[in-house]
Every structure is written in structure tokens, then in C-alpha cells.
T-cell receptor, first 113, second 114 residues
């Protein structure tokens, strides 16, 4: 009965590969997000979707492409992986604009070698 | 644009001592403010939130925070630290007029000594 679930939890891959991270929420929320947490624990928003529509697209390389097939899912596809993409990626969701706060998944640790 | 600054990247207290984690915000409109906790290898969990109701907000695990507009602060406190409180704590601000954009502080690592 996990509220926000991400798969996989760990991902180790070589430079140049393409990989996807999946996220699903069962809270009935209408907004979903992707955050990147670097090695110093700094959290940076990457994307935000509301009812399958892109709301926020921060300065992220276009190698990163989010896809929202429905409002319960927000997947992240990364092309041509680079060493600097190594980080923990968190999916989150909220109802509306998030006045009640966000619910986070447990994260996907991506290591590019 | 709104932002938060957490003073002190690392705070260490003894078990049973007062916990004080500092957060100052910058926002051109009345902000919504949040504290989250992150335990090792886990996601962020909401501790408490301020959404323009009472200025003293109580959260989970005995934590509370006070919104002080004059000081642009939203410090997190707990009267008596427990070993299980050791974690990373993040302050966050959201300007709900800016398309759901929640901004996080750099985090404060809390260590609790026996």
C-alpha cells in the first residue's frame, strides 16, 4: 500500500546508455514531480506535471524527458547518460498546488560508471 | 522568487537536549513553509507545515516550528532529542502563485550523541 513508489531503487549503468525510472502514486493526487538530490543532499526540482500536463521544466538537459501516461504515473527517461547524472532521483506527488505538502517516494539511486 | 536558507549544515546535540534547527525564508508573498525529515536511504517525510493559520505549528515526533514574519524565520524545535531523531532535515518554501514550485534549503544534518 505504498503511497508513492519508484522503480528501480538502484540503477547502475554505463555512460552513454539510456535508462528509465518509473513512478506511481496511489493517493489520487493530481500533481507529480521529479527532484534530483546530489551528493551534498541538495534537492533541485526538475519537472512538475499537473493532470498529465507539464507545469515546470527547470533548466534540465533535454536528455531528460518526463512522460505522464495518466495522472497516477510520471516516468523519467534519460538518454545518453553522463557521469554527472549520478544522483538520487525522487518522485513526489501532491494534491493541487501542494499546500498540504508533498509525498515523496523512497528514491532511485542512479550510478553512472 | 522564494527561497530558504538553513543556518548550519550540521547540528550535534546530546540525547535529551533541546533541538533547534534554523530556517530563514525569502518570499515576496505570504509563504507556505514546510519541514521535512530524511532518514538514511529513504525519501523525505513531511514533519509539519505552516499555511497562514496558527504561527506555532506542531508536527510529528514531538517537533514544532514557529513562523515569525518580523524575522522571516521558521525554526524547528524539539524539547528533548532522541537518538532516533538523527537524520537530515530540510526546510522548504512554496509560493502557491508560482505553479507548485517548492524550493528546499540545503539541509541540516542532526546528530544525537548518547
Amino acid at each position: 500500500d505504498t503511497a508513492v513508489s519508484q522503480t528501480p531503487k538502484y540503477l547502475v549503468t554505463q555512460m552513454g546508455n539510456d535508462k528509465s525510472i518509473k513512478c506511481e502514486q496511489n493517493l489520487g493526487h493530481d500533481t507529480m514531480y521529479w527532484y534530483k538530490q546530489d551528493s551534498k543532499k541538495f534537492l533541485k526540482i526538475m519537472f512538475s506535471y499537473n493532470n498529465k500536463e507539464l507545469i515546470i521544466n527547470e533548466t534540465v538537459p533535454n536528455r531528460f524527458s518526463p512522460k505522464s501516461p495518466d495522472k497516477a504515473h510520471l516516468n523519467l527517461h534519460i538518454n545518453s547518460l553522463e557521469l554527472g547524472d549520478s544522483a538520487v532521483y525522487f518522485c513526489a506527488s501532491s494534491q493541487g498546488r501542494g499546500a498540504g505538502g508533498y509525498t515523496f517516494g523512497s528514491g532511485t539511486r542512479l550510478t553512472v560508471v | 522568487a522564494q527561497s530558504v536558507t538553513q543556518l548550519g549544515s550540521h547540528v550535534s546535540v546530546s540525547e535529551g537536549a533541546l533541538v533547534l534547527l534554523r530556517c530563514n525564508y525569502s518570499s515576496s508573498v505570504p509563504p507556505y513553509l514546510f519541514w521535512y525529515v530524511q532518514y538514511p536511504n529513504q525519501g523525505l517525510q513531511l514533519l509539519l507545515k505552516y499555511t497562514s493559520a496558527a504561527t506555532l505549528v506542531k508536527g510529528i515526533n514531538g517537533f514544532e516550528a514557529e513562523f515569525k514574519k518580523s524575522e522571516t524565520s521558521f525554526h524547528l524545535t524539539k524539547p528533548s532529542a532522541h537518538m532516533s531523531d538523527a537524520a537530515e532535515y530540510f526546510c522548504a518554501v512554496s509560493d502557491l502563485n508560482n505553479n507548485n514550485d517548492m524550493r528546499f534549503g540545503a539541509g541540516t544534518r542532526l546528530t544525537v550523541k548518547p
